[in-house]
C-alpha cells in the first residue's frame, strides 16, 4: 500500500487547510488511519485517528480545531485544520498499520 500526502501550503495565523491522503490499496481504507506531526528538531507527535468504528481522536494541541474524516468510495483520509497558529508549522504524515506517506509541508507564518 502507498499512502500520499497532499495539500500542505503557506497559511497566515488563523487560516485554514485540507490536507488529503491518498490510499492506494482500497482493502486499507476501512482500518484505523490517522495523522502525526513533526516539527522540526522535535518528535513525531500523533495529533488525530479515525477507527474502523468510525471513533476519532484527538490530541489536546489540535482539539476543536482539526477535523479528521475519511472517504471510502474514494480511498482518501482529510484532515481538515482551522485556525491554524505558527505552532501549528509542521510536517504532516498520514499513516495506516505502520505504513505511512511521505509528508506535506505545512507552513503558518504572518
Known amino acids: 500500500v502507498q499512502l500520499v500526502e497532499s495539500g500542505g501550503d503557506l497559511v497566515q495565523p488563523g487560516g485554514s487547510l485540507r490536507l488529503t491522503c491518498a490510499i492506494s490499496d482500497s482493502t486499507f481504507s476501512s482500518y484505523s488511519m490517522g495523522w502525526a506531526r513533526r516539527v522540526p528538531g522535535k518528535g513525531l507527535e500523533w495529533i488525530s485517528g479515525?477507527?474502523?468504528?468510525?471513533?476519532?481522536y484527538y490530541g489536546d494541541s489540535v482539539k476543536g480545531r482539526f477535523t479528521i474524516s475519511r472517504d471510502y468510495a474514494q480511498n482518501i483520509l482529510y484532515l481538515q485544520v482551522n485556525s491554524l497558529k505558527p505552532e501549528d508549522t509542521a510536517v504532516y504524515y498520514c499513516?495506516?498499520?505502520?505504513?505511512w506517506g511521505q509528508g506535506t509541508q505545512v507552513t503558518v507564518s504572518s
Open positions: 499513516s495506516c498499520l505502520g505504513v
Open positions: 479515525i477507527y474502523s468504528d468510525g471513533s476519532t
